[in-house]
């Protein structure tokens, strides 16, 4: 015979979990009706996903409070203490992939108004996997189904590949010139937000398993740190910093570049990147201000002082640093001595990546 306590116990934990599942069941509409808009070109649909974020908005701070009372009231321990602080945890990355569905009803809203033709079943393929995936990891933790989570958590690696391989379809048809300079930005963030949606997934995986097993998946060592490097125009020193980062294929890592305010690549630069036998990111010139949130980065390089005076005030969980190096782009003289400010800033900048990653992971590279 269970006790009143018990009752109340299991009428708490089920109320949340009913709370996370609607939560969910929003983020997915949102998602669904974005992708929609943007096959249909309803920019009426955009503004609704826009306009109902706000209920997500709204269920995020129901669940805390319901946690948080929970917490007082039950004084759980345990298990239930261990769903309450990965409930916690969930809801904030509900929150994250309601905010990345209202970026993609933006990006639907930019593209409307270029009239340009969409490869809509890259962004079909992509949503057709890390949506189900949400839709399985929220399974699998309010079931406490650890065997879903595990299966659900390695579909993350398939969207990370579709998403790279999105990319560069698209710089091509850039070249072969598909549709406007104007357009690639919005295209490669709605790539990049459902990419994000598969990320938060795999993360809600880990807090399910750590509801079953007390085990916390995020403190092993397969931890990734996603690292971002940032300068003035990336056209030069973030590219040759992150092709030069991505070369150690370290599985750990994840390598991204931005500019404060972006210009085509340095041919200079491009050309010297190659006879370094290193590859060139495939990505268009980023502006600082079309990237995720800088707290999604654990670690972001300023490469001088325009970068470093553009960041915000430190996120809460993001770590800066601020690496002196000089840009050959700027440099002048016979090429000979072009060619060794490249090499001085190529190495200067290696030793600095082969420190950083070290540092954080225990990784000795060659």
């Known amino acids: 015979m269970t006790t009143h306590y018990e009752e109340s116990l299991q009428h708490d934990i089920r109320r949340i979990a009913e709370r996370v599942q609607a939560m969910a069941a929003l983020d997915e509409r949102a998602l669904r009706d974005s992708l929609k808009a943007l096959q249909l070109g309803d920019r009426q649909l955009a503004y609704t996903v826009i306009l109902r974020d706000r209920r997500i908005d709204e269920l995020e701070r129901e669940i805390d409070r319901l946690c948080l009372d929970f917490l007082v009231r039950q004084q759980p321990a345990g298990g239930n203490l261990r769903l309450a602080y990965a409930t916690i945890r969930i809801n904030l990355e509900l929150e994250r992939i309601g905010d990345y569905a209202e970026s993609v009803a933006r990006q639907v809203l930019k593209l409307i108004a270029l009239n340009v033709a969409t490869p809509i079943h890259r962004f079909v393929e992509i949503s057709d996997l890390s949506i189900p995936m949400l839709r399985d990891a929220v399974k699998a933790f309010v079931e406490r189904d650890a065997e879903l989570a595990k299966r659900t958590m390695k579909i993350e690696e398939e969207v ?57 998946s995020k403190h092993k060592h397969d931890e990734v740190f996603r690292t ?36 085509p690549i340095e041919a200079r630069t491009a050309k010297f990147i190659r006879e370094k036998g290193l590859k060139l990111p495939e990505v268009a ?41 000089e840009d050959p782009s700027h440099f002048g003289g016979a090429p000979e001595q072009v060619k060794a400010a490249y090499e001085a800033t190529y190495e200067a900048l290696r030793a600095h990546i082969l420190d950083l990653v070290e540092a954080l992971s225990g990784q000795t590279t060659n």
Request: charged content about 20%; hydrophobic content about 45%; proline content about 6%.
């Open 160 to 216: 990370d590949e579709l998403r790279t391989r999105i990319n560069g379809e698209l710089a091509q048809a850039l070249a072969q010139q598909k549709f406007p300079i104007e357009a690639l930005t919005p295209l490669m963030t709605i790539a990049r937000r459902f990419e994000r949606v598969s990320d938060q997934a795999k993360n809600i995986c880990q807090e399910a398993l750590y509801v079953c097993t007390g085990e916390y």
């Open 285 to 325: 010139p980023q502006p600082i201000s079309q990237l995720d949130a800088l707290d999604q980065f654990d670690i972001v390089v300023a490469l001088g002082a325009e970068a470093l005076k553009a960041l915000p005030p430190v996120p809460r969980k993001t770590v800066y640093f601020d690496w002196t190096v």
């Open 228 to 263: 971002l490097f940032l300068d003035a125009n990336h056209s030069s020193l973030s590219l040759m910093a992150e092709a030069i980062a991505n070369s150690l294929n370290l599985a750990t890592f994840r390598f991204a570049s931005a500019g404060v305010n972006p210009q």
